[in-house]
């Protein structure tokens, strides 16, 4: 897995993940943590050619630095659940394959304190690349469960005793007024056609964001934003 960007880099040595990393000879005072780190680490740093970044990262903006990660550890639904501290809050990711959608969903859920992603093995986008440098290195500290079917992943969750809820832009109730300091998964579905049927039909309730403008929804991270920062707010 190779993962590019300066805060991406550095949450993945914090979080003890990097194996190699690849460094430019310029911007040596930007790069002088992610240096440090390595050596204290015992990493080990090579240094390459722009060019060379550039073809790894296939024109992403690497500031620099590239790494290769060891794989991530492997969760399932059970462990995302028996390892919160509290009340379960996890995110459900029904066939999100935006990769920039899918660091910036990460990215939230590192920053609401919430247990983890589940989502499909297919129909995703990867964790490498433009998504870990979307997450903001958030990628290597969040907890994700991969699972082959969503809907049956949605019955574990119920056996479980964690409620499931789906954002979908038709439902009746808001967001804001349902009780999430409950065992909660919030499902989002796929950039577009949103929540595929079974899985619309598989989740306990059905929510919306109230849209006041002349667009009819959010882009799926920022409601995913919405939603959790309203399960904080309430949990506080």
């Given at each position: 897995m190779l993962i590019y960007g300066l805060n991406p880099v550095l949450e993945a040595l914090r979080a003890g993940r990097v194996t190699s990393i690849r460094m430019t000879a310029g911007d040596r005072d930007r790069l002088r943590a992610?240096?440090?780190l390595a050596e204290s680490t015992r990493v080990p740093v090579r240094i390459v050619d722009v060019s060379d970044l550039e073809r790894e990262t296939r024109g992403?903006?690497?500031q620099g630095v590239v790494a290769d990660l060891r794989a991530a550890q492997e969760y399932s639904v059970q462990d995302l659940v028996s390892s919160a501290t509290g009340a379960p809050l996890l995110v459900v990711l029904d066939g999100i394959e935006d990769?920039?959608?899918l660091g910036a969903i990460i990215r939230t859920v590192d920053a609401c304190g919430a247990d983890g992603v589940i989502r499909q093995t297919r129909h995703s986008a990867k964790l490498d690349g433009a998504a870990a440098k979307?997450?903001?290195g958030a990628v290597a500290h969040v907890k994700v469960a991969d699972v082959v079917n969503i809907a049956r992943a949605i019955g574990e969750l119920k056996e479980a005793g964690v409620w499931t809820v789906g954002l979908d832009a038709g439902a009746s109730e808001r967001h804001d007024q349902i009780d999430l300091?409950?065992?909660t998964a919030i499902v989002l579905g796929a950039e577009g056609q949103g929540l595929r049927r079974l899985v619309r039909e598989s989740c306990d309730r059905l929510i919306s964001i109230p849209m006041r403008g002349h667009v009819e929804s959010l882009n799926v991270s920022v409601a995913a934003?919405?939603?959790?920062?309203?399960?904080v707010r309430q949990r506080n």
């Open positions: 992610v240096r440090q992403g903006v690497h990769p920039h959608n979307a997450s903001a300091t409950l065992p934003a919405v939603v959790l920062f309203e399960a």
